[in-house]
């Protein structure tokens, strides 16, 4: 058979020359690269998911409940506990990770002849499922620290009009937060060029220093805020996102859902981790003190941080962030080169992951003063 490569096949025009999402798996002692919560799920937990599976596997010759009522119910009330601001079923919808979440809202209000914007650097799925339902992609201006410059992207709306408009935070992949002041700018900034979706992405707020931005729901039919199980529960492997809305928005995105698109498994997974989220969290607050630790140590080595709200931390400034990826991976630690020019992701991991890549940059920097 000859060799045939993608852009020998008949591709929509705007995926060729594209690569797919994906970070570099590699066999190392420690990897510290894509986010991950480091903690397995305690045992009570794991014996939980298993009843709750063994009960779904006697139905899985009926299909799954279409509406996930129970889960949503669930969902509903973990936010209404953890966000301070009442959430109900009505309110909730879940997918098959924040990024079908994503999908959904871009096939429901997005496609071809409408645009999406987003503010970059930020989570390169954003425009990756954009260029997917076939909805047009603008990118957006961040200052120098990476924060949102709200007067230019406020001009940026009123220019390109946008149909959805993305605001991460705390941001992938520089860890800052966005001020709740700044959300509420271009969100009217945005209603005013045309009534368009702001999509608030929180897949990390729950290692914030501040508070979720659920509350600005409130009377604002536009505004969705999409959430993750995968990085505060310590479920990546479970692929659950979810969102928060307006009730019409809920029902606007099952326009679009595949039939029964979240499995018997996945809800009784899901269900049982939520009756577990005080021993999840207390694993949250861990991760937070020692993203912190993370952030004094390495700025103590005179390297660059940008501030973080998320459970990973952005350092630099390297004149070749590739070289210095490979001077940490060559003491056995995996970061992450983010395509930021100049900067490095790690994702705050056990203390004991963290002292290996402290102690693996520590002497990169002994070797760069000798």
């Known amino acids: 058979m000859s060799d045939v490569r ?31 919560n480091p903690y397995p799920l305690p045992e009570p937990l794991v014996e939980r998911i298993a009843e709750r599976v063994r009960e779904a596997a006697r139905h899985l010759n009926r299909y799954p409940d279409r ?16 966000a301070g601001h009442p959430v109900g079923l009505e309110n909730v919808w879940a997918a098959n990770g924040s990024n079908e979440v ?41 200052r120098d620290d990476f924060s949102i410059d709200l007067a230019a992207a406020e001009e940026a709306i009123a220019e390109h009009r946008p149909d959805v408009v993305f605001v991460t935070t705390p941001n ?15 969100y009217e900034a945005a209603q005013a060029a045309k009534p368009s979706m702001v999509v608030v992405d929180e897949a990390y707020v729950e290692f914030s220093h501040g508070d979720s931005l659920l509350p600005l729901l409130e009377g604002r039919p536009h505004l969705v805020v999409s959430r993750t199980m995968s990085k ?34 996945t809800q ?30 390495l700025r103590a080595l005179d390297y660059e941080v940008t501030e973080s709200d998320a459970n990973f931390v952005q350092f630099g400034r390297f004149a070749d962030s590739q070289a210095a990826w490979r001077r940490i991976l060559d003491r056995g630690v995996l970061v992450r080169d ?26 990169i920097k002994k070797e760069q003063s000798a």
Do not use: C
């Open 338 to 363: 983010n395509g930021v020019p100049g900067w490095l992701r790690v994702t705050a991991g056990t203390p004991a992951e963290n002292d290996a890549f402290l102690d693996a940059v520590r002497e």
């Open 102 to 142: 994503i999908q959904q809202l871009l096939q429901t209000f997005g496609g071809p002849g409408r645009t999406a914007i987003g503010f970059e650097p930020s989570y390169s799925m954003h425009a990756l499922i954009a260029r997917g339902t076939g909805t047009g992609w603008i990118s957006g201006p961040r």
């Open 6 to 36: 993608i852009d020998d096949l008949p591709v929509r025009d705007e995926l060729r020359g594209k690569s797919p999402y994906g970070a570099p798996q590699l066999d190392v002692p420690v990897r510290l690269n894509t986010n991950e």
């Open 172 to 186: 992938n992949p520089t860890g800052n937060a966005v001020p709740p002041e700044t959300v509420l700018a271009l």
């Open 232 to 265: 505060a529960f310590g479920a990546a492997g479970l692929r659950l996102g979810y969102l928060a809305a307006h009730p019409a928005v809920v029902d606007a995105v099952q326009l679009v859902r595949l039939p029964y698109h979240l499995s018997a498994i």
């Open 67 to 82: 509406d996930a009522v129970e889960l949503r119910t669930g969902l509903a009330e973990y936010l209404t506990k953890t």
């Open 268 to 297: 009784a997974t899901a269900l049982a981790a939520l009756e577990h989220t005080g021993t999840l969290l207390k694993y949250v607050e861990q991760l937070k003190a020692e993203r912190d630790r993370l952030v004094a140590e």
